[in-house]
């Protein structure tokens, strides 16, 4: 199995930036997509981003499409996610996520990490 650990969190005010990292341990991440997700309070757990085993394929919610963008490299065995021009609506405990196949469904996905909390002040 894999375990993911993520990094990163904390505190930013609404327009910063902030990197969340994703260290995979266990096996190599390189025949995972691999996803990020996110649950505010009082919302459904809800998509963010992905990316192909390779790298060559992401996608993005449309909340955050432009603003954020995600990375991988499997030699290093990790996966970031780079989030710039925040909001306090990305206040949230973001997910990191390993899967088999492309998806945007949480269900989709088979390992997770702990979350950490981004908060996003106005």
């Known amino acids: 199995q894999v375990q993911l650990v993520e990094s990163g969190g904390g505190l930013v005010q609404a327009g910063g930036s902030l990197r969340l990292s994703c260290a995979a341990s266990?096996?190599?991440?390189?025949?995972?997509?691999m996803g990020w997700f996110r649950q505010a309070p009082g919302r459904e757990r809800e998509f963010v981003a992905r990316?192909?085993?390779?790298?060559?394929?992401?996608y993005y919610a449309d909340s955050v499409r432009g603003r954020f963008t995600i990375s991988r490299d499997n030699a290093k065995n990790t996966v970031s996610l780079q989030m710039n021009s925040l909001k306090p609506e990305d206040t949230a405990v973001y997910y990191c996520?390993?899967?088999?196949?492309?998806?945007?469904?949480?269900?989709?996905?088979?390992?997770w990490g702990q979350g950490t909390q981004v908060t996003v002040s106005s």
């Open positions: 990316i192909s085993w390779s790298g060559g394929n992401t």
């Open positions: 996520s390993a899967g088999p196949r492309l998806a945007v469904h949480d269900a989709s996905y088979t390992y």
């Open positions: 266990g096996r190599t991440i390189s025949t995972y997509v």
